[in-house]
């Protein structure tokens, strides 16, 4: 019996992002599409040691387009009302250090594309099931890897860092483009 329903949303948060923010509220991921500081429109945090923090988000919907076809589609965005920048502090150096912090979620949203398009499942809710436990593990690697990231470059304060994270986060960019597609179409095999 087809039901086209949606099966399964995720939304995570890094930051303390709201859920339920409107398209007009977002900046989705684009290769060529960079973060200016007027994007930056969040209140800043005046007690916090940072001077800047960037808001992004990703999301995961699932689609059953028929008995046994699913689609997954991956949205990868940044939230200004949640995003900010110290007033006085908005130079080229930083708005690159949080540039970097954009495209990693766009990283491990290709991660979790490719990990995802490797399931193999026998229903709706075994799909939902593996799905749901890849997007875990791989969150748990962003949050990680985000704040590997700052720690190392002490938040763009230490610029050979800075200057090495550049550079691996567009070398992993470039590697990761087989996985950039934004709907991924998975066909469930039911057990015989």
């Excluded at 960037?54 to 699913?70: A, I, L, V, Y």
């Excluded at 949203?109 to 990990?115: H, N, P, Y």
Aim: one cysteine or more.
């Amino acid at each position: 019996m087809f039901k086209k329903i949606i099966l399964l949303a995720f939304i995570v948060s890094l930051s303390g992002i709201c859920f339920g923010q409107s398209k007009d509220s977002t900046i989705n991921w684009e290769e060529n599409v960079k973060l200016k500081w007027e994007n930056f429109q969040g209140p800043p945090l005046e007690n916090s040691s940072d001077m800047a923090m960037t808001s992004g988000s990703m999301s995961f919907e699932f689609k059953q387009t028929s008995e046994k076809d699913f689609t997954v589609i991956l949205k990868v965005f940044f939230v200004p009302a949640k995003s900010w920048v110290k007033k006085g502090q908005e130079n080229d150096k930083l708005l690159v250090h949080e540039q970097v912090h954009f495209d990693i979620y766009e990283i491990y949203g290709r991660k979790m594309i490719q990990r995802i398009k490797e399931i193999k499942a026998t229903s709706g809710q075994d799909l939902s099931d593996k799905v749901g436990k890849v997007f875990n593990t791989t969150f748990g690697e962003l949050n990680k890897f985000q704040d590997q990231y700052d720690l190392e470059t002490n938040h763009s304060k230490i610029q050979d860092k800075q200057d090495i994270w550049t550079q691996k986060v567009k070398d992993l960019l470039e590697e990761s483009k087989p996985f950039a597609q934004r709907d991924l179409n998975l066909t469930i095999k039911p057990p015989h």
